[in-house]
């Protein structure tokens, strides 16, 4: 058992290593990055700020925000302007977004709430979309109950046109909704704060921003692929496989504190699908993907599969192994001596 348990850390941890950061290389922003909203007042409407993350770049935008009121707190995790983890979301977003995750799989509802200056809808049957929205919408609602918005109309997140009673869209809602996660991005924003006011900064600070970061993050991604599992049901088999290697995979980053700035996230996810898979596809042979996505998914697969095999316990197993700060540099050393 050890020695499976081990093989498969190790083929993580090359995973990872083959696709870590690259400084030469020229930094791509998400989709129609320079077109987002950046600051709340651009989305004042009729006395509020009216947001629709059923649209494209409102739901973008949320992210803009976040990283403009967050910058001067992740100083401790560098100075350039990309270097804030929250890129992670924006990053992960436009990727959905591209691939076509954030479409109604159906094809069967015409239904779209109106998205003005040509901005693109994201649909409530989408799962990828559903996902996403305990990751851009309940934290952005966080920061706001934290204090990190000086903004001073009302903010108002607005329903979709069908299956508005799925989600939440005020402070008070959500923390009657989902109160655990709530709380979980709140103490996050509340650690942002009580870590800055330090005169001498502390070289875990770093780390603890990260931790509480990630925390927040897997128990969005848990609950709203635990809430949303109708949804994966309308996808290919092949994609369905995809999209729950892919939520689980967030516990094995997450175990290292992954720095998700806007370089390191891109180069950790080139190697995704670049569309949504189909009924017939199977990894490492599908045609019109790269031999960089075929492998990925191939890995994703057997790591699923290993898992399964395993009783469930590789996950465990590698929070283990990643348990320390020291036993984190150690793995990445061992990155770099696979890399060689």
């Known amino acids: 058992m050890m020695k499976i348990n081990l093989s498969v850390t190790l083929s993580l941890l090359y995973f990872i290593c083959i696709h870590a950061e690259k400084s030469d290389e020229p930094l791509s922003y998400p989709s129609l990055w320079d077109k987002v909203p950046g600051q709340l007042d651009e989305l004042a409407k009729d006395g509020k700020i009216a947001i629709n993350p059923w649209c494209y770049m409102h739901r973008m935008s949320l992210y803009k925000v976040l990283l403009s009121v967050t910058d001067k707190y992740m100083t401790t995790i560098g100075l350039n302007g990309t270097d804030n983890p929250l890129w992670g979301f924006p990053a992960q977003l436009g990727w959905k977004f591209r691939t076509g995750r954030l479409n109604d799989p159906t094809t069967v509802?015409?239904?779209?709430?109106?998205?003005?200056?040509?901005?693109?809808?994201?649909?409530?049957?989408?799962w990828w979309s559903c996902v996403n929205y305990y990751v851009s919408v309940i934290p952005f609602l966080a920061a706001e109950d934290e204090g990190f918005f000086q903004q001073s109309l009302p903010i108002e997140i607005l329903q979709p046109s069908e299956m508005a009673e799925d989600f939440c869209y005020t402070v008070s809602g959500c923390q009657s909704q989902v109160p655990e996660l709530m709380s979980k991005w709140e103490t996050f924003f509340q650690g942002l704060k009580n870590l800055s006011l330090s005169d001498v900064p502390d070289?875990?600070?770093?780390?603890?921003?990260?931790?509480?970061?990630?925390?927040?993050?897997?128990?969005?991604?848990?609950?709203?692929?635990?809430?949303?599992?109708?949804?994966?049901?309308?996808?290919?088999?092949?994609?369905?496989?995809?999209?729950?290697?892919?939520?689980?995979?967030?516990?094995?980053?997450?175990?290292?504190?992954?720095?998700?700035?806007l370089r390191k996230t891109n180069h950790f996810q080139a190697p995704m699908p670049r569309r949504v898979l189909k009924e017939g596809d199977k990894p490492p042979n599908i045609a019109d993907l790269s031999a960089e996505e075929n492998h990925?998914?191939?890995?994703?697969?057997?790591?699923?599969?290993?898992?399964?095999?395993i009783g469930g316990t590789l996950v465990n197993t590698w929070n283990k192994a990643m348990c320390s700060e020291k036993a984190r540099e150690k793995g990445e050393q061992l990155l770099q001596d696979l890399e060689k």
């Open 203 to 261: 070289p875990g600070d770093e780390d603890k921003i990260l931790e509480l970061m990630w925390e927040a993050q897997k128990l969005s991604v848990s609950t709203a692929a635990s809430k949303f599992a109708e949804r994966i049901k309308q996808y290919s088999e092949p994609e369905v496989s995809f999209s729950r290697s892919w939520s689980n995979a967030v516990n094995y980053v997450a175990a290292t504190h992954f720095r998700s700035g």
């Open 296 to 309: 990925a998914l191939y890995m994703f697969s057997w790591m699923d599969s290993m898992n399964r095999l």
């Open 109 to 126: 509802s015409l239904l779209c709430d109106h998205c003005s200056g040509g901005d693109s809808c994201i649909s409530p049957k989408s």
